[in-house]
């Protein structure tokens, strides 16, 4: 049993580190993935639904946004029972194991976040709008916001580790 007490430039880098991930997998992706979505509509892919298409995109409009939010739930879900649950953590041995341990839950995390941006260019791709696709970028940049992480969850959880093993 370790009983470390880090630093706050332990803490600003285990921070650091995973807003990287998130900054990567929840932004940068989502970016990339709308210039795709924006080059396949401007070459004509996916534009004029006949009629008898209609509504059948707006099923999938409905159905893959339920799956969006869905997912962000099970990710706020997962964040808060499984990956930032000290009784379902078990010991960790050091900081670093920590921030190991914090890594890994954070790139599932946005993974889960950042999956609505692929439903929108599914859409493009089966005829949608820009349109629809950004309501599923903003879906992503909300999942972003409430799966990451604060400094703040992150603090409490080590204290909260450091606490059960003293005991």
Not at 68 to 95: H, R, T
């Amino acid at each position: 049993m370790i009983i470390e007490t880090p630093s706050e430039e332990q803490w600003d880098q285990l921070q650091s580190r995973l807003l990287k991930f998130g900054v990567f997998i929840n932004l940068l992706g989502p970016f990339v993935i709308f210039i795709a979505a924006y080059v396949l509509q401007s070459r004509g892919m996916g534009s004029d639904l006949p009629v008898e298409r209609e509504t059948t995109f707006k099923l999938m409009l409905y159905i893959l946004g339920l799956i969006a939010l869905g997912e962000i739930a099970v990710g706020a879900f997962l964040k808060k029972a499984v990956f930032f649950n000290p009784q379902k953590i078990g010991p960790i041995a050091s900081f670093a194991a920590f921030g190991d341990r914090c890594q890994g839950n954070v790139v599932i995390l946005h993974a889960l976040g950042a999956a609505p941006a692929i439903y929108g260019l599914v859409l493009v791709l089966f005829g949608g709008t820009i349109e629809h696709f950004i309501f599923f970028l903003v879906l992503s940049l909300l999942g972003y916001r409430i799966l990451r992480p604060d400094k703040a969850q992150l603090q409490a959880l080590w204290d909260q580790l450091q606490t059960e093993e003293r005991v």
